[in-house]
Structure formats: structure tokens, C-alpha cells
């Protein structure tokens, strides 16, 4: 009874804690111009006009989606350095995302942040029905041969 209740707790904290970090809040600033060509935590160099930030915990590459509540306006960042060092501060941006955010000319703002997630394998599923859920008729591969044939005889005309 006891080791139920146990796992019960951890599994409460695990999805509360999960549900908690699946989106930010807070503040957000932007890398100045002096750091433009200088080498970042992943090796390599920041670019103004690049769509990255900084963060403290998530690992290279995570791609995250930065909202500004004030204008409503959202970027798509790649997490390529580590930061920012300041306290009370979650993020860190490019130049250009900051831009795309409207931050530029606060400095500082309060921003949301959610983790995007890519399935890079999901399968495709063509269903052989029509609208009305009837069966089509699956081409052989000769009639797709002779569609391709006349197509190609179409573009040469």
C-alpha cells in the first residue's frame, strides 16, 4: 500500500513538473552587436541575423517558440548557446528575433516560450477512398508509366 501511494506522489510530480516546464514565462533580452562573429556554446559563430537564443538547460538544437503577450508576435528560435547569466532573465535572443518579437527598443521584455516538437518520421497514410467512402481504383504501374509519358511529351511541345 505504501509503495502505491509512493509511486502515486512521483507520478503526480513528474506530470505537474512536465506540464510546468512545457511553457515559460518571463523575461527576455537580446545579445548586443559586439557579439556578432564570436563563437557560441555549440562552436558556431553568432550571426545578428540569425533566428537563435540562448538558454540555460535545454540541449543544442531544441527549436522553441517565443511569444511576446504584449503584440502577440511569435518566433520559431534554435537553442545555440548557453545563458543568459543575468538573474530573472530565462532567455537570451538573437538580434533578428528580438526584432521579429519588437523588443528591440525595450531592451527587456516579458516573453512565453514553448518547446516545439518535430516528428521527423511520421508516417503518411493515403487512404484509397474518395470523399464518399467509396474505393478507388489503384492505377497499375503501366497507366502510371503512360501518364508520365504523356506529361513529358506535354512539356517538350
Known sequence: MRRIILLLIVLVI????SFCFSQLS?????YAHRFHGRRMSDG?????DSLTCAHRTLPFGTLLEVRNPRNNK??????TDRGPYIRNRIIDLSYAAA????IVHMGVAHVEINERIIIPFAPIVILPFDRHGLLIPAKTTEDVRNNMNADQIKVLQ
Open 14 to 17: 513528474s506530470i505537474f513538473t
Open 44 to 48: 558556431a559563430p553568432y550571426h545578428k
Open 74 to 79: 511569435t518566433v520559431v528560435v534554435k537553442v
Open 99 to 102: 526584432k521579429e518579437l519588437g
Open 26 to 30: 518571463g523575461k527576455a533580452s537580446y
